[in-house]
Structure formats: C-alpha cells, structure tokens
C-alpha cells in the first residue's frame, strides 16, 4: 500500500469521526488503567458494567487497595480471569502508592513494571490518558493492519512498528482507536462488511465480501 492510499485511509476515518476515544468508561487516568487491566480477554462492555459498579464506591488508588482482593471480587467477578485481575489491580495500587505518590506513571517504563500491564495496555494509558501518540496494537488492530495492507507484520511488534513509521503524522494520535472500532464495527474476524465499508476501494483485501441477500 503506497502512502497515498494511507493517507486518504485515515482522512476517511478522521471526516467520519473526529474525536475518536476508547468506549471504556473513565474519569481519570487511575480509572482508565483500572478498567484497561481489567479489559484483558474482556469485552469493554463487561468492563463498563462491572465499573459502574466499583467506582461509585472506589475510584483511587488508595479505595481500591483498602478494599483488598476479597473486597474487589466481588465487583469484578462478571469479568473474565476475575481472580487474577483482581490480583494484579490490588498489587498495582499498592506500588502506586509506595512508588507513584497515587499518581499514574506517564513513562512506558513504569507503566510497565505494574502487575496486569504490558506494552498494550501501556500504550493505551499514554495514548488515551496523556495524549501521546502511541498505538496499542490489538486483536482487532492487528487483523485491520494485516487484511487492509495498512500495516502488515508477522506479530504485533512488528505491526506496531510499522504503523508508528507509515500512518501520516497527523493522524498518528487517533490512529489507535480509529483502527480498533474499523475492526470492532466493520472489518470484523469472521465475515468483514466489505459492502458496508467506507474504505473499500482502498483497501488491499482480495477476498471481499459481497452485500449479503438480507441487507438488499
């Protein structure tokens, strides 16, 4: 894919929709890392529900550890790996306090060395909470970069790599959640909606799917 291509790619996606954000629920960058950790292997739908739940009663660092792993639980319990989420978010409080002074780190670094929190999710608190232009490659990233040829790579490294060297500077910021509702929405795993698709002629998928008998 050449870098007109790219460029009208993303110049679609911003006319569409210019302020893009994550449908995870939050305040404050502590309830964002919160809910991020949680949404492993989760949808942001049980995410949001859970923490609609927990943060009306705990929303700080100094809440949520007060509440222990017995007292978090029973929030979280509807959200997939519960136990061990539950684990990781009561540990990473007790470093955000002994470490931090309750604040969110802003280096990748930090952001890192908490328990549950990976170069994704890193990248989704530097992105979303701080503004910088980091891209959490995700499954639905990955998938978008790979079939549309935006970005394609062997694993996510790679495909993060690339797309920090090839999206357009400007788009760089949004890029990120942009990418992650296209695959969320549109191009989806099983059967994309190529029909349906505001950059089809674009895109470098040879196998597109045709408008389904039902929708015409």
């Not at 790979?146 to 060297?165: Q, S």
């Amino acid at each position: 894919m050449n870098t007109e291509k790219r460029r009208e790619i993303f110049t679609r996606f911003q006319t569409a929709n210019p302020h893009p954000t994550t449908e995870l629920e939050y305040t404050t960058p502590f309830e964002l890392l919160i809910a991020v950790i949680l949404s492993a292997q989760a949808t942001d739908v049980s995410v949001n529900k859970a923490m609609r739940k927990l943060f009306p009663v705990a929303n700080t660092p100094e809440q949520i550890f007060a509440l222990g792993v017995d007292g978090l639980i029973p929030f979280i319990q509807s959200i997939g790996l519960y136990r061990t989420k539950a684990r990781n978010v009561i540990e990473t409080c007790r470093i955000l306090l002994s470490e931090h002074h309750g604040s969110v780190p802003r280096t990748r670094e930090q952001l890192e060395a908490l328990p549950g929190v990976g170069r994704k999710t890193a990248n989704v608190i530097l992105n979303t909470a701080f503004g910088e232009a980091a891209i959490a490659v995700d499954t639905h990233i990955f998938r978008v970069s790979n079939r549309t040829g935006i970005a394609p790579g062997k694993n996510v490294e790679e495909v993060e790599r690339k797309l920090m060297k090839l999206v357009p500077e400007e788009f760089r910021l949004d890029a990120h959640h942009w990418l992650i509702l296209h695959g969320r929405y549109t191009c989806m795993a099983r059967v994309p909606q190529c029909w349906n698709c505001m950059i089809a002629d674009l895109c470098e998928y040879k196998a597109k799917t045709p408008i389904p008998l039902k929708a015409v």
